[in-house]
């Protein structure tokens, strides 16, 4: 059976649903589907994760494992971020732009598998990390960060404490030149990580 961390969830039937959510003062619909993270709605870790950061207007930003796009899509339209959206599956990339649309904003879509095909340098990447794929793939996203960030970036993440958070953080320290933690709610820790 497909994961949502796989390229092509095609052995998951499409069951596509729609919904809306409030992010301060503004609301936006989406649609998620089977075989894509959170296909009910907004999941809590995203929601603390845009909550808990505010990016200068006009940042650069890389969405990393986007999924159906809240996190980019929110950015792009509340702090008029430049927006990168990448996902490894083709389902939630396609449920992105289409999101995008929906919601009256510009943002770029690519696939890619991590950080394979992206190119260039960020002011910020955002991500809830796909945790499931294990801590090889999900610390090397943190690592690769790193190399996409421009001098004084940030990246930016969440995780719950029973799947990883204070083994997490301990990798994040000993890569970045600084480890906040801005949120803790309900067992959900963002990690804001600044490049020096």
């Known amino acids: 059976m497909s994961h949502y961390f796989t390229p092509d969830p095609s052995d998951v039937a499409s069951r596509p649903k729609r919904f809306s959510f409030r992010i301060g003062d ?14 009910q709605g907004l999941d809590f870790g995203s929601r603390l994760l845009i909550e808990s950061i ?11 494992g986007c999924g159906y796009g809240p996190i980019g899509i929110v950015l792009s339209k509340r702090d008029r971020a430049d927006a990168t959206l990448v996902d490894i599956n083709r389902r939630a990339l396609e449920l992105a732009r289409k999101n995008a649309k929906t919601n009256d904003v510009s943002v770029r879509t690519a696939l890619s598998d991590g950080f394979a095909d992206v ?55 000993s890569l970045y030149h ?3 933690v801005v949120a803790k709610k309900s067992g959900y820790f963002v990690f804001h990580c600044t490049k020096d």
Request: charge should be neutral.
């Open 26 to 39: 503004a609301a936006y619909e989406m649609e998620s589907d089977a075989g894509v993270f959170s296909k």
């Open 54 to 64: 505010k990016l200068p207007q006009g940042s650069k930003v890389l969405d990393l």
């Open 119 to 173: 190119e260039g340098l960020f002011d910020h990447i955002v991500t809830n990390p796909p945790i499931r794929a294990g801590k090889k793939v999900v610390y090397a996203w943190f690592a690769q960060a790193k190399d996409h960030l421009v001098s004084g970036g940030t990246f930016s993440l969440v995780v719950r404490k029973d799947q990883g958070a204070p083994s997490a953080q301990k990798e994040l320290e």
């Open 178 to 180: 600084r480890v906040d």
